[in-house]
């Protein structure tokens, strides 16, 4: 995407701004006291939301002003329910469900006219995501003539539950929606992880088995491609002109993210089923790359591009996913606590550390293993270093509620005609099997070749 004129003239200015005038500073953050986790979290969040002018006279409420994509904008307000739930700070409340119910499109499922050109299946999830998290989390529910937080979640999944394609693969999403845009060709982890965590947590919210039918199913299929080893090493996408019989080996964080996040509420879903167990603490051991032992094995890193400096504008923000469902594992699944607790802590004084630039002298960096501002800074910086901070206040609250605990956001068909799930097909249970016996012919004649 190209920078428009407006655009870069803002990042030009905030460059001249945090280059220019650094002031070491730092946030203050004592992990034993809640005032400070969330007085940090207040800072954090404050210079997030300094990126957003959506709610400006002559501004496009719901989106971020570029390079930001549109996906980004609802990772965002999505970080900011979690934010208002944590901490009970509502400031931002009227900016978040303005942005949110601003971008649902004509048919209020997420599809707005303006993004044909880059909305593929992961930016769609991501709003998704918002809209669950505020249903799960009782944020303020809509003007009654909108559609419902679940309505909305409701419709993206059954949207994409239609997209499953078996025409390559045996299954699974495409990366994009629209087969002009780069990456149709692609069938990636984040699309289908997304759909995947969607589902479980749709089943676990509604108790509708059809979801889980459809969680259970999209595990399935991804367990059976070269997206997940058996050392459950989750690769980032394969080809469709492959038939997804080998994958990328790119590894990012968001990935192991929003599968552990799916199958923890699999898991709870299911009253505790040992296969989900099993699942959960094959993915938390996936992470480790992401905590190198060489800075304690606790720290994390986004090691895919981090350490040559090659990460994007998107992908500063993946550390805020997995920093976000690995808090909320601890709660849907509490064996991970002790596990997953001392890496978030750890992580949350690094991120803490790197909030030390800018003119402000708490501009969040990127680099949570370094003690000093590495001069980066952005949305995504600030998303994940409010991401983890605040994840440390996950003992503090309830857990996610459902529609039986006191859920308040309700199906409403009226505001949408696309709110009962998708039942799973015949056809959609044979693609998985062809591609799993696609796979293992694959590996015995490469077996056979290399002997």
């Known amino acids: 995407m190209k920078l428009s004129r407006r655009g870069s003239e803002l990042v030009e200015v905030l460059g001249v701004l945090l280059l220019g005038g650094h002031i070491a500073h730092a946030i203050q ?38 390079p930001y994509y549109w996906w980004e904008a609802g990772a965002m307000f999505g970080q900011m ?65 909108q559609p419902s937080w679940l309505s909305l979640s409701e419709a993206v999944f059954n949207l994409q539950a239609e997209r499953w394609d078996t025409s390559s693969c045996g299954g699974g999403l495409r990366w994009q929606i629209y087969n002009f845009n780069r990456g149709y060709d692609y069938k990636n982890s984040i699309s289908n992880g997304g759909f995947f965590q969607l589902a479980a947590r749709l089943a676990r919210y509604t108790s509708n088995g059809t979801y889980a039918e459809w969680a259970d ?12 080893s058996r050392d459950w090493q989750i690769n980032d996408g394969s080809a469709t002109a492959k038939n997804c019989t ?26 505790a089923d040992p296969k989900w167990r099993t699942r959960i603490e094959g993915i938390l051991n996936g992470t480790g790359v992401f905590f190198p032992r060489e800075n304690g094995g ?52 690094g991120a803490a550390a790197q909030c030390s630039g800018g003119t402000d002298g708490v501009t969040c960096g990127r680099r949570w293993t370094q003690p000093n501002w590495d001069e980066k800074y952005g949305v995504g910086e ?70």
């Open 29 to 66: 953050l004592d992990l034993s006291s809640t005032d400070s986790i969330k007085a940090a979290a207040s800072t954090v969040a404050s210079g997030m939301m300094k990126y957003y002018h959506g709610n400006d006279p002559g501004q496009t409420p719901g989106l971020l002003v570029q």
């Open 81 to 145: 329910i979690e934010y208002w739930f944590y901490t009970g700070d509502s400031q931002w409340n009227e900016v978040v469900t303005e942005g949110l119910l601003a971008q649902v499109g004509p048919n209020n499922n997420y599809m707005p006219p303006n993004q044909t050109k880059t909305e593929g299946n992961d930016d769609q999830a991501f709003w998704a995501f918002a809209t669950m998290s505020a249903a799960e989390l009782n944020f303020p529910n809509p003007p009654p003539n």
């Open 217 to 228: 199913k999209t595990w399935d299929w991804f367990a059976s491609t070269p997206l997940l």
């Open 246 to 271: 080998d994958a990328s080996q790119l590894q990012w964080t968001y990935n192991y993210g929003t599968f552990l996040m799916g199958a923890a509420n699999m898991y709870n879903y299911t009253n």
């Open 298 to 349: 606790n720290v994390m890193v986004e090691v895919a591009c981090e350490a040559k400096q090659t990460c994007d504008n998107d992908q500063p923000s993946f550390k805020a996913y997995l920093s976000r469902w690995m808090a909320a594992t601890t709660q849907l699944a509490p064996f991970t606590a002790d596990l997953i607790m001392t890496k978030l802590r750890a992580s949350a004084q």
């Open 382 to 451: 600030q998303m994940s270093a409010l991401s983890v901070i605040q994840a440390n206040l996950i003992s503090k609250v309830v857990a996610p509620v459902t529609t039986d605990t006191g859920g308040t956001s309700k199906t409403k068909p009226s505001a949408s005609d696309q709110s009962l799930p998708r039942a799973i097909q015949t056809s959609d249970k044979v693609g998985a099997s062809i591609v799993t016996a696609l796979l293992l012919v694959s590996l015995l004649v490469t077996g056979w070749w290399i002997c």
